[in-house]
Structure formats: C-alpha cells, structure tokens
C-alpha cells in the first residue's frame, strides 16, 4: 500500500491545489507573500505530514506523532483562511465556504484517523 491510497492524503492534496489557486488568483498581492504564504506552508505541511507520518508508519508512536503535526497544520490552515476572510482579503464567501467545509472535513477525519492508530498502540 501507499500514502496516496490514503484519503486523507487525497483530501489534502486536493485542497494544497485549490488553496494554492486561491492564494495566487483571488488574493491581493500584498496579501501573496503574508497570509497567502502563511495558509500556502500549512496546507502542504498537512499532506507533507501524512506522507513522513507513512514513511515511519513502522514506528507507531513516530506514525501518532506526524499525524498529530498534520492535525495541527489543519487547524493552522482553517485560523489562515478564517483570518483571509475576515479581513475581507478574500472576498468569495462561496469560496471560503467550500474551502472551511473541506478543511472541516480532513480534520475530522485526520482525528479519526489518529484515534484509530493510537488504539492499535494499546
């Protein structure tokens, strides 16, 4: 098996794509190299997690613990995107929707995910 059977990496790779597109087509230019960096390295840091979390998957408590930096990343992402909204750098609330569900949802299940690993450690 590999990483990218994994759903959570699907997921995740999907919204690296559409943050990026975000941040490089609906975002003020000055906001490009401040939030939009910001939410741009949390985003790839989820996927990236999940894939070195993978690679360790043999070291369960290492597995547990990139995983839980993803879960972070997550949660990072959501408060960036949250952050672009508020202060209306990005104005497509349709957008923003979609993108806050989506990050809901990896999150959810990136937590199901980690509580299913650390009952397999017991």
Known sequence: MSYKKLE???????????IHKMSSNDLPKF????EGS??????KSVKSNIVEGYGRRRYQKEYIRF?????????????????????Q????????????KRLEL????????LQALERKRV
């Open 106 to 113: 990896l999150g959810k299940k990136l937590n199901l995910f």
């Open 38 to 43: 910001q939410i741009l390295r949390s985003i």
């Open 8 to 18: 959570i990496w699907a997921l995740a790779r999907e919204l690296v794509i559409d």
């Open 67 to 87: 995983i839980t930096y993803s879960l972070a990343s997550n949660d990072e992402t959501t408060d960036h995107l949250e952050n672009l909204f508020e202060t």
């Open 89 to 100: 750098s990005l104005q497509k609330k349709d957008m923003y929707d979609d993108l806050h």
């Open 31 to 34: 906001e490009m190299y401040e």
